[in-house]
């Protein structure tokens, strides 16, 4: 019972103190509004240029832009209490590590879901898009998906930010990193090879696939592979930011860098 509590009460009580000291009209126009610009911009340029078509920007830039809560809330809600000097409070309790860090993520899936599902509703319907009713559904489980990868890749984003002075810089980098190796703009097919390599890493690449492919008439089960695939680069980052973080913790310990760059 200590363990659920530590992981679905800690964790929630860490996701709001993100928000508690602000507006939540900060929340709105960073989250709600801007991911609807960037598909707006993304389309547009792509029917200048004649390139594809809405429903391949709409539906790569909305899941793409789950990165953003997903990776910085991830980060911040464990590499935060390290500005705040609370970690020290934090990691000198006797709760176990696993719920401890792994129940911040959970309400940082929600969030990535929630951004990424209202920006392809919101989107889809400013620029006229047709999804199938049928698609509806799984679709909603592809961004679920696509929220617990990209918030396995912040875990290790968070264990990096226990060492380094700040973090704002680095995850800027990675935003743009994934809206460019994970064919969410650029067909996969288009990138180099070493580009495509390296997007066969990352989080989001096949989840983007698996939505354009249901968007466009497919079903569940044809995309399966793609979805468990993605879920998978999800666990795997997980488990290497989990113990990305532990070691950590021990090295600073070790070295007193717990609360100093």
């Known amino acids: 019972m200590t363990?659920?509590?530590v992981f679905f009460v800690g964790g929630l009580m860490s996701f709001r103190a993100l928000f508690g000291f602000m507006s939540p009209w900060i929340?709105?126009?960073t989250l709600v509004i801007t991911p609807l610009f960037q598909i707006l911009l993304f389309a547009y340029i792509g029917r200048a240029a004649e390139l594809e078509s809405d429903e391949f920007y709409v539906i790569g830039n909305a899941l793409q832009y789950a990165s953003v809560p997903c990776l910085f809330?991830?980060?911040?809600?464990?590499a935060g209490e390290r500005y705040q000097q609370t970690l020290g409070f934090v990691l000198v309790t006797p709760a176990g590590r696993l719920p401890l860090f792994l129940g911040r993520s959970l309400p940082v899936v929600v969030n990535g879901a929630f951004v990424a599902a209202f920006s392809l509703a919101i989107?889809?319907?400013i620029l006229g898009i047709d999804i199938p009713a049928a698609a509806l559904a799984p679709l909603g489980l592809v961004i679920v998906v696509c929220a617990f990868s990209c918030t396995g890749l912040g875990l290790v984003?968070?264990?990096?930010?226990l060492r380094v002075r700040e973090t704002a810089v680095l995850l800027n980098i990675v935003f743009g990193l994934l809206l460019i190796f994970t064919g969410a703009n650029v067909p996969l097919?288009?990138?180099p090879g070493w580009m495509g390599a390296i997007s066969e890493a990352m989080?989001?690449?096949r989840g983007i696939e698996a939505a354009r492919r249901l968007a466009d008439g497919g079903s569940l089960s044809g995309v399966a592979g793609l979805v468990a695939a993605e879920a998978a680069v999800g666990v795997a980052y997980g488990a290497a930011g989990y113990g990305f973080l532990r070691f950590m913790e021990r090295q600073s310990r070790r070295h007193a860098t717990l609360e100093r760059a």
């Not at 984003?157 to 930010?161: F, Q, S, T």
């Open 3 to 5: 363990s659920a509590r």
């Open 157 to 161: 984003l968070a264990g990096i930010g």
């Open 203 to 205: 989080p989001l690449t």
């Open 27 to 29: 929340f709105v126009p």
């Open 123 to 125: 989107g889809g319907a």
């Open 189 to 191: 097919a288009e990138l």
């Open 73 to 78: 809330a991830m980060t911040n809600t464990i």
